[in-house]
């Protein structure tokens, strides 16, 4: 076995374990943004024009009920996402901790002035912030991150005070939407790569500060490991690299080769040696090369490491390249494969490996087995689907001691949220799978004795009856995480992974396929369907007339 | 004139001046990233890993050369660029001011351990890390920020010790990729809006902590306002916003409804009023109960500010809401736009305007100069191309007193750098446009007399001859940017937009054109097609047999 495949135990609570834990010792060096650039100003300014207008009227306090859903799978133009994974939510909460508006942020919007030169937020609404301007009085119920989840179902609902959960909304959206769809991606990659180790080496090319997130996401979803060191270090994961070009290019200038600047990182790596083979030539160069340093440090007691491609076809070379290291008695170095990455161009050189391997004499099982991924780019971008469309939507606010639900009758049907308080079901079929998230009103009792009756969210009419026999499981997805100003409870990346391996495993195989998959059921129970028509019509009926 | 079109005077030194300044109190609430992922550790592993290797070597403090470019503009897939707007340095050079190995990093990265158990990294070389591991002796030469910049030629060049400047990439290529990217698609939508005001209004779907590079990147590329809060004041402009729907909503859950909420935001800002009007009908509901509003301010002596349109055909309901607004005598107020919107969206927006609105009797013109674009997700994601694909590669290296330039050969010739030292200016012709980027080595004067060969950077045999007369002026590009741990100047982002402004004026119309532009010359002058073509040569002499 190579090095690499032995040390990727994928998800192994050792290799978590022997990394050490970044200290939380909060910040001597910010990536050069002053706090009150990621503080509680970490907003969209209509957050804070619409909490004064609340503020004004008294509904500043109002109880309120947000709920978050994405509305649509991924589409990656030539393949779809069937699932995704949830992530990010753990940050959001650590920072909904700490946010709020201290002096400085108070002073910044009492500086602000509308066009006639007035200040635009009141003495009296600034006051009110200073005072209760954080999210002491906001309760969260959310799913666990590293879960699979679907679309139009909540994957968190935000309870508390008006003003508040509308401050809250640009936060929560913007440090769940981005994780979510990168951690999906990561599991289709993941997927693609047959078990084989993913490497997420993002940063680079990923959206700046952001990028941390992003390898974040990418290790929760799929990714074995990443190189980015600050990040890997806080979720307890090993950083991962090999060399760059760079390396081969310093030694060539100063009058030596390729050959030199490999044997100078296998002196410093003996046991974890993986060489860039692709700086003068892959396989004229590069590779002999790598089986010379091989030699040395077999003889001289170590386990060679591996080559990693990074250019040109690497179905080929990773065919070719193995034909060499088989030769020199090398068959269990990794191949680790980088460049313009991603679940579908993983997908076709394995399959170009199954097919021409053969002819040149190399056990294409034997080449898939030894390979790794190197993904970047495409993977902390989401390459063909750029942003998850996920929305926060007042459903519920409180009037004279009850909820009252509050809905938005679009013209677009497709975008009539599903209103009021409520819960959310995983309903397991008799094969053992999960079939269908369904959402049901607050005051329903778990579906357990007699047919389920399952309507689709937002096409009238549509509707199908699972019976009871057919009913293996019903589980509640949602559960409190954040209370007080407080998280409750802070799952390791570990458990997020182990969450996303046991739901992925539950999914249909349709609905997990890279392209086309199946279309997983999210359904409204009887109760809110009920609820939803009523709603619509009541909203519709106030319409005025056409002038 | 409407309120918003008043007060977006782009770019006005005067709305820059109003806005307070984020006070930079460095961060007491950070957007949950404990420092170690935020500081010197926002790294690839393999930079730590060579830099090792160099230490081990001798090599660390050896002066190196490393050229930040990037290979193509954006491909968006039915639409190109043919420029980009360079942006992300200041924040990159801010964060390599105080960026360093600290105890905490040490600890670490001394924590991190081999296949075998052993320390990865020496304890010589953490003490060196942790006495020498900062940007002291890096020296960035770097195009400012705002301006138009091309492909192959260098935008920034970094001088100084090989494993710090090897250490530097990841940040440098991150900070400045993404920012370069999204100042690049805010220029296209600024042009695509013929100078009406351009709102950013991503943060909801952007790149989690990444938004506000990507933020402050549209507002130099072209955004005149951002909604995002924290990052407009940090850089001095306003933020803007109108309301979201929940407003609406809520007032409709308590009992009232449309009017009622419209009202209230009115009551808190009746001279700044902008409202959402697609909460429930747009034509039936928004508009006719913006209009009864409008009227009430007027009547109390307010200016109405406008209506935004968040759904639907955006063009029609553009033209029939103006109808409407006209009617009631509002010919003036503004109509925001959003949804889905960028460059191509903005454009046939404005060209069904032109066709249509004649016939219900709306002028096009009138219409078109009162509207105001809200981007999001396409802007603050680049969608089409999501990544720059700018690299970082090191182009000399000193070797006994003298620099020697560093190539890589790659099997794909239109990978293969410009190496060694260099200077990069811009020439302009006898028109007074921009006309080529011109890369020269180190040692050449400034083309003045003579005529000018213009070698391409990688196709071979492909030139040109610029005559002396046609040559305008010449410019030269790279400005010192960063010593002795220091900035050298601190440009706001009004020089930045202003640069941008002039730059993109100075460019041949076709080139700005959106779709399918021409191509702009970055060339090599005739030594430093010399020394290419010398190094490249040995290089592949240097290259073994076949195996």
Redesign the interface.
Known sequence: MG?LR??IAVESADVEA???L?????????????????????????????A???F??G?HE?P?Q?DYTFRSYPDYGTHQAGYCIFA?LD??L??ME???F?P?EI??L???????GTP?FDVDFLDWLADSGHFGGIEVRAVAEGRVVHPLAPLAIVTGP?AMG?IL??AL???L???TLIATKASRVHESGRGRPVLE?G????????????SRAALIGGADFS????????VGV?????????????F????G?ELEAFR??A???P??CILLV????????GV??AITVFGELRAAGH?PGGIRLD??DLAYLSIQAAK?LNDAGFEDVSIVLSSNLDELAMWQIIGQIEEEAPRYGVDPQALIGRLSYGVG?RLI???GH?????VC??V??E?KGRW?????????PG?IPTPGLKQVWRVKDSRGYSTADVIATAEEPPPGNGDLVLHHPNREGVQRTMRAADVAGVESLLEPVFRDRKRLGSPTIAEMRERRRADVELLDPGVRRLVNPHVYHVSLTQQMKDLQRRLVAE?RS??????
Chains 1, 2 share one sequence.
């Open positions: 090095i032995d040390r022997k990394v050490p970044a200290v939380p010792t909060w910040q001597h060096e910010p990536m050069s943004t002053p706090d009150t650039t990621t503080g509680i100003l970490f907003t969209d300014q209509y957050q804070l024009t619409m004064q207008t609340y004004r009227k509904l109002r309120a947000f990010g940050p959001l650590e920072w700490t946010a709020h201290g400085d002073e910044l009492a500086g602000q002035r509308t066009s006639t635009r008006l509308q909304e640009t959206l913007n440090r939407n981005y994780p080496f940063m680079r090319r990923g959206p700046a500060e952001g990028a941390n997130s992003g190189s980015n060191v600050g990040v890997s270090h806080a090993d950083p991962k690299g090999t060399h760059a070009h760079s390396l081969v290019q310093a060539m200038a100063l009058g080769g100078a990182f002196e410093s790596y046991d974890d692709d700086t003068i030539n892959t396989l004229k160069s002999p090369n386990q250019s040109g060499q780019t971008t989401s390459r750029a942003a998850l469309d996920g939507k007042l519920a606010i009037d009252v639900p509050a809905i938005k009758v679009s013209d677009s975008k909203a106030k319409q005025p007339p056409a002038q």
